[in-house]
Nanobody, 113 residues
Framework: QVQFVESGGGLVQPGGSLRLSCSASGFSFSSYRMRWYRQAPGKERELVAFINSDGGGTMYVDSVRGRFTISRDNVKNTVYLQMNSLKPEDTAVYYC??????WGQGTQVTVSS
């Protein structure tokens, strides 16, 4: 079945960096656009970024543009989110998703001094 396993989260100080990974399985990974979402406490889940199936196009929400970079490896069936210059408002559980299947368990990112 379709599965997403996110990893790489943790506690980081403001201004720090993290690299999230999402390993996908159960479908033809290279055929689908992949998205990163996040959900902060008490807030709705929001789209952070997406990358087209061939990696040739990306989109970012305004709040992360210039600080986050999404990428993918279609051999490893993995999508990444490089997060730089992290801010406390980036604190959330981060999820990856394709346009099929359910949600993974997510990975917690906490930005705090």
């Amino acid at each position: 079945q379709v599965q997403f396993v996110e990893s790489g989260g943790g506690l980081v100080q403001p201004g720090g960096s993290l690299r999230l990974s999402c390993s996908a399985s159960g479908f033809s990974f290279s055929s689908y656009r992949m998205r990163w979402y996040r959900q902060a406490p008490g807030k709705e889940r929001e789209l952070v970024a997406f990358i087209n199936s061939d990696g040739g196009g990306t989109m970012y929400v305004d709040s992360v543009r210039g600080r986050f970079t999404i990428s993918r490896d279609n051999v490893k069936n993995t999508v990444y989110l490089q997060m730089n210059s992290l801010k406390p408002e980036d604190t959330a559980v981060y999820y990856c998703k394709a346009p099929l299947g359910g949600w993974g368990q997510g990975t917690q990112v906490t930005v705090s001094s």
